[in-house]
């Protein structure tokens, strides 16, 4: 089985360069967005579909359950990966994710131990 932990660890290597081009940056938001999101999916346990909808789905759950603060914290990578899959006008910055993964990596491990 595929441990998304690993997604973590590509969108930090991706990051490593300090002059990492924009590609590696809009990968690696995507990466550390999917790490935190399929932790959390398959943490909760709810049967979901795996499509789409999930995504939601997941907030909503981790919501109901009292975990605003993780649910949140998910809500942000969530929005940059969005920002860096679509939005081509918008630059996405190594020091975008970088701080985004700083803020997030104590809700991340939390999503690990749900």
């Known amino acids: 089985m595929f441990n998304p932990d690993e997604f973590w660890q590509l969108a930090q290597e991706l990051l490593g360069d ?3 081009p924009e590609v590696r940056c809009r990968t690696a938001a995507n990466r550390a967005y999917y790490a935190f999101f399929l932790v959390a999916r398959d943490r909760l346990s709810i049967g979901l579909a795996q499509n789409a909808s999930d995504h939601g789905r997941v907030l909503f759950e981790l919501r109901r359950r009292g975990r605003h603060r993780l649910a949140d ?6 929005r940059l990966r969005e920002q860096a899959d679509y939005n081509l006008i918008s630059q996405v910055s190594r020091s975008d994710v970088v701080d985004l993964m700083e803020d997030s990596e104590s809700q ?3 999503a690990n131990r749900l």
């Open 73 to 78: 914290a998910l809500a942000s990578p969530r």
């Open 108 to 110: 991340y491990q939390n």
């Open 18 to 20: 300090v002059n990492a």
